[in-house]
């Protein structure tokens, strides 16, 4: 079970974190992701990364700007959005995987079978 939290109401250039703590289970061999979707349209891959060995991967609208992270030992995905625009608002979500998700899947919700509820981001400008 994963528990999403963290998310607001912030003007555009503030910065949020996102949790995501996952619970009854172990994430060691896995990989974490965020996605989101926004009005209108489909779910986005966001950020990934593998809990073991700590790769992190990104879609490039936010590259340089969000950094994903994890702690071992709360079993706790956070996304740090930093430089905020309107454009990121979006309820998001993150999801894991037990396994290792190969770098050409990371994008595909489908490689995690565990998914949080969504937490609301709103970026007024």
């Known amino acids: 079970q994963l528990q999403a939290s963290g998310g607001g109401l912030v003007q555009a250039g503030g910065s949020l974190r996102l949790s995501c703590a996952a619970s009854g289970r172990t994430l060691s061999s896995g990989t974490s992701a965020w996605f989101r979707r926004a009005p209108g349209k489909e779910r986005e891959f966001v950020a990934a990364i593998r809990w073991s060995g700590g790769n992190t991967f990104y879609t490039d609208s936010v590259r340089g700007r969000f950094t994903i992270s994890r702690d071992n030992a709360k079993m706790t995905t956070y996304l740090q959005m930093n430089s905020l625009a309107p454009e990121d608002t979006a309820v998001y979500y993150c999801?894991?995987?037990?396994?290792?998700?190969?770098?050409?899947?990371?994008?595909?919700?489908?490689?995690?079978?565990?998914w949080g509820q969504g937490t609301q981001v709103t970026v007024s400008s």
């Open positions: 999801a894991a995987s037990g396994m290792r998700v190969i770098t050409s899947n990371l994008r595909n919700p489908n490689a995690y079978s565990y």
